[in-house]
């Protein structure tokens, strides 16, 4: 008999399915805090993202029916995670437009960081508040590429966007996140070296 | 050397930064809170498949009713309780059951409150 550490998601599906209804909750131990951030990515702020999050679970479970193992549960369920979140914004009118989307949002926050001081958190905290002021857009495309390794054929599946969209967005987002590097931190080129 | 390290997509080192400014949790209660959710679901599922079935059952009864009270009043010959099937067109009688249904599903539809 499998111990319950290694049961994988197709098995407690289909312990679910067989009516262990209380087997949904290893399912949501394993996706909730990394569907957690990629709901924080769409609607920066984490409460709205929790509530979002609640409800993709509930939603996930009453469509498991539907689930035909076409693809990994994980894809289906961020699609899932994925649309909740995009109908929320739409809901909370905060779906802002792609064309107000300014790099120097980027401007604030952190100060610039010295070569003294100068480690691997530093280098976390200029990329998480990057990550925070990203648009959704690129900010979700990072986090299902970087976050939650998916591959781009999933997230293409999960985002339903054409793949040359998905390669622009991880690519835009990446830009974003060279110039935070760089602004921040003038000695980043030479620590990276040194590394 | 930035350049190379952001914008190459298979080096673990941008990955690893991304994922370490990316750790969120969700509040204590949210397992509870979702496994409420789903509790509350599967009973509101229960409760809807229940009143289906009272309502099928219910109105197959009452068209039943109808359909041997319509027999024995057009089998006895002194009924007083005639309808008026003999020289009606298909039409009318299309009509007739159409109206025991909808009689019958909202006979249900009404009793199912009582049940």
Known sequence: ?195 | MADQRVNNDQDPWLREHIRAASKFSTTPDFRQRVLRDVSESNRAVARRTRRIATIVLLSGVIIFTVAIVMMISMLSPTTTFRLPLEGSSAVDTAIGFVCAVVFGLATADWLDGYV
């Not at chain 1, 394993?30 to 509530?51: G, I, Q, T």
Request: aromatic letters at 8%; hydrophobic letters at 40%; proline letters at 2%.
């Open chain 1, 1 to 195: 008999m499998q111990e319950k550490g290694v049961l994988t998601d197709d098995d407690i599906i289909r312990r679910i399915r067989s009516g262990e209804s209380s087997a949904f909750g290893e399912l949501v131990d394993r996706y909730k805090d990394k569907a957690m951030s990629l709901a924080v990515r769409l609607l920066k702020h984490e409460e709205d993202a929790e509530d979002a999050l609640q409800e993709a679970f509930v939603k996930a479970y009453t469509s498991l029916g539907t689930f035909r193992n076409d693809s990994a549960f994980a894809t289906w369920f961020y699609r899932i995670v994925y649309t909740t979140c995009l109908n929320t914004l739409k809901r909370k009118g905060r779906g802002q437009p792609l064309a107000e989307f300014q790099e120097d949002n980027m401007s604030g926050g952190l100060d610039s960081v010295g070569r003294e001081s100068l480690d691997s958190e530093m280098v976390d905290r200029v990329i998480s508040e990057a990550l925070a002021v990203m648009h959704p857009i690129y900010a979700s495309i990072m986090d299902l590429f970087y976050v939650q390794e998916c591959s781009y054929d999933e997230i293409v599946s999960i985002t339903r966007l054409p793949l040359g969209t998905v390669k622009t967005r991880l690519n835009r987002g990446r830009h974003v996140l060279r110039v935070a590097l760089l602004q921040k931190i003038p000695d980043l080129e030479s620590w990276l070296i040194n590394e």
